[in-house]
């Protein structure tokens, strides 16, 4: 069995009128249509640790994750496509009786749901994997949101979609692994830029810098709207815009945070570079949990 992904990944120009101002071009890489569930980086940072699973041996993979995680609903259905037992940890959540949509989903897909309080789960945390392996020996284990090594090398291919001519490329960063990827996979006259979507973005830097081999990249943290998964009025309606003027939907964790940051960037003319591609990370079954707001 195999994932049946979209064959080709388009480019779509993004005619602001603050980039238009500026005289600079801006697109954006839909990496969100190339599947309705295994969307945006999901696939990418997925493939190498069910490339490991299927090469070795192992009884069923466990992951980890929120109660709106795209990365749990992207590994429940990749699963369930190639015809693989997963599991799945999930964080700060208790009771089924108030299940949310993706977790709903993520059942109807064959995932075995265990829910753990925060007290219990440590994320990307060595010691607290280590043990989780211990009681699972038969599991691949992969951590939240595909971070790791792996992750990262499966990332990297998203390079190969960025044309040559764009000089920065602009990403939003949850636990790095996408964006390192990418910045790994640079071309040398290419730049990168992360919007950091949690409140204390800066922490992750030295992570970062251990894992990419070069110094073309940098970092935007105060575009997070408060802390992770928060949002303002002002943020959803960017999302309303953008959808209704440049039909582009946008997800309110992290992409739409993403292209507000650049914009007012480029508005306070903190970009030198004329040729701009944003990474579409898909992401946007979580706009269920504010679905109200986008369509009041």
Same mark, same amino acid.
């Not at 290419?190 to 894992?211: D, H, R, Y």
């Not at 990249?217 to 440049?246: C, N, S």
């Not at 309110?252 to 306070?268: C, D, R, S």
């Given at each position: 069995?195999?994932?049946?992904?979209?064959?080709?990944?388009?480019?779509?120009?993004?005619? @602001?009128?603050?980039?238009?101002?500026?005289?600079?071009?801006?697109?954006?890489?839909?990496?969100?249509?190339?599947?309705?569930?295994?969307?945006?980086?999901?696939?990418?940072?997925?493939?190498?640790?069910?490339?490991?699973?299927?090469?070795?041996?192992?009884?069923?993979?466990? %992951?980890?994750?929120?109660?709106?995680?795209?990365?749990?609903?992207? %590994?429940?259905?990749?699963?369930?496509?190639?015809?693989?037992?997963?599991?799945?940890?999930?964080?700060?959540?208790?009771?089924?009786? !108030?299940?949310?949509?993706?977790?709903?989903?993520?059942?109807?897909?064959?995932?075995?749901? @265990?829910?753990?309080?925060? =007290?219990?789960?440590?994320?990307? =945390?060595?010691?607290?994997?280590?043990?989780?392996?211990?009681?699972?020996?038969? #599991?691949?284990?992969?951590?939240?949101?595909?971070?790791?090594?792996?992750?990262?090398?499966?990332?990297?291919?998203?390079?190969?979609?960025?044309? #040559?001519?764009?000089?920065?490329?602009?990403?939003?960063?949850?636990?790095?692994?996408?964006?390192?990827?990418?910045?790994?996979?640079?071309?040398?006259?290419?730049?990168?830029?992360?919007?950091?979507?949690?409140?204390?973005? !800066?922490?992750? #830097?030295?992570?970062?810098?251990?894992?990419?081999? @070069?110094?073309?990249?940098?970092?935007?943290? =105060?575009?997070?709207?408060?802390?992770?998964?928060?949002?303002?009025?002002?943020?959803?309606?960017?999302?309303?815009?953008?959808?209704?003027?440049?039909?582009?939907?946008?997800?309110?964790?992290?992409?739409?945070?993403?292209?507000?940051?650049?914009?007012?960037?480029?508005?306070?003319?903190?970009?030198?570079?004329? @040729?701009?591609?944003?990474?579409?990370?898909?992401?946007?079954?979580?706009?269920?949990?504010? #679905?109200?707001?986008?369509?009041?």
């Amino acid at each position: 069995m195999a994932i049946d992904l979209r064959p080709e990944i388009r480019i779509q120009p993004i005619n @602001h009128p603050i980039n238009r101002a500026a005289g600079i071009s801006l697109s954006i890489l839909r990496l969100d249509e190339i599947h309705p569930q295994v969307s945006g980086n999901k696939w990418f940072k997925l493939q190498e640790y069910i490339r490991l699973f299927r090469e070795g041996d192992y009884a069923f993979i466990l %992951t980890f994750g929120g109660a709106h995680s795209n990365h749990l609903i992207a %590994t429940a259905a990749a699963c369930a496509a190639l015809g693989i037992p997963c599991r799945a940890w999930v964080r700060g959540f208790h009771g089924q009786s !108030a299940e949310t949509e993706t977790l709903k989903e993520c059942r109807k897909l064959g995932m075995e749901l @265990h829910f753990v309080g925060r =007290d219990v789960y440590i994320r990307h =945390d060595e010691t607290f994997l280590h043990e989780v392996q211990l009681q699972y020996p038969g #599991a691949l284990i992969i951590p939240e949101g595909g971070y790791g090594a792996m992750g990262i090398a499966g990332a990297a291919a998203i390079t190969s979609y960025i044309p #040559a001519e764009t000089e920065l490329i602009c990403c939003a960063i949850g636990s790095g692994t996408t964006f390192c990827g990418i910045a790994n996979g640079l071309l040398p006259h290419q730049s990168a830029l992360g919007f950091t979507v949690f409140k204390q973005g !800066a922490t992750i #830097a030295e992570e970062l810098q251990a894992q990419i081999p @070069h110094q073309r990249w940098a970092l935007a943290t =105060d575009y997070h709207f408060g802390k992770f998964a928060r949002y303002t009025p002002e943020l959803i309606d960017f999302i309303r815009y953008m959808q209704q003027e440049h039909d582009l939907p946008l997800d309110f964790v992290y992409n739409a945070k993403m292209l507000w940051g650049l914009l007012e960037m480029i508005k306070q003319d903190k970009i030198a570079a004329q @040729h701009i591609l944003c990474i579409h990370t898909g992401g946007l079954q979580g706009n269920r949990s504010i #679905a109200h707001l986008l369509e009041a």
